[in-house]
């Protein structure tokens, strides 16, 4: 496992509010009515990919469900371009075209947002290939919701990353709903993770709610896969706090549940262990909460000030 310093606590927590209260805002402008269509909120969530995120490599790559947001601040995308795209503007990362499922920054290596579900599971796996045909080092961590999981195309893609050995890090985000339906109804098998052993693929469960607990796994998985062996699967458990998607009240499951989970919030543990360990006091918490709220409503009125696209831009980004 990789040593975790003052400095690793202080980014860790710093991330992980700061996809908490993003995501928040986005909520709140989504009932002001500036953000349309779909917007999957990732609170909750934060542990897995900021966890990942603290073992990657600048040119690895990253491919994710339409479930994005976090997953673009935690590669350090700029949030105000994030929530510019989040209400259609120009200047954000998709030109105001790609709104909250369709994310995308090539400059950065993050390959989407995508909003068919396991669409990105043979889009990760080709990149994965590109990497290896032209021979770089690096990884592509492909992000799997636990809804995907019964799809055809990511059993495709799993065979040929294991015939190929392909640099692949798959990541299982189990938060228990595949919209609103419970895992247990859906998929036959309780270990997700499982499904890749018929192809020769080794892998592991993880608890998604301790950010120390994912870092070991991904720390580890991702060696395995930059040493040329192939590729690993993590089923990261974590859970969501909010409905599936904005449109969703979540009446399917128990306050008692939803309860739960938060008494292991995943922030929290990290606070807890940053006091403990005298790496911050209650002052220099406080301090990070409002630089970060003041670093989110910019960015909400960065958005919002941003101008819509140009007529002229129905046309470009069509086809290359």
Known sequence: MKNLDKKAYLKMYTYMLKIRR??????????????GGFCHLYIGQE????????TIDKNDSVVTTYRDHGHMIARGLDPKRIMAELTGREDGYSAGKGGSMHMFSKENNFYGGHGIVGAQVPIGTGIAFTHKYNDEKNICRTYIGDGAMNNGQVFEAF?????????????IENNKYGMGTSVDRAAAGSELYKRGEAFGIPGEKVDGMNIFKVIESADKAGKYVREG???YIIEVQTYRYRGHSMSDPAKYRTKEELQNYKETDPIEIVKKEMLKKKF?????IEKINKEILDEIKNAADYALNSQYPKDSELYTDVYI
């Open 159 to 171: 065979n040929l990353a294991s015939l190929w050995k392909l640099p692949v890090l798959y990541i």
């Open 47 to 54: 542990a897995v990919v900021v966890g990942v995120l603290m």
């Open 229 to 231: 062996n192939g590729p």
């Open 22 to 35: 993003f995501e928040e805002r986005a909520a709140q402008l989504y009932g002001m009515g500036h953000i």
């Open 280 to 284: 911050a006091n209650e002052k220099d």
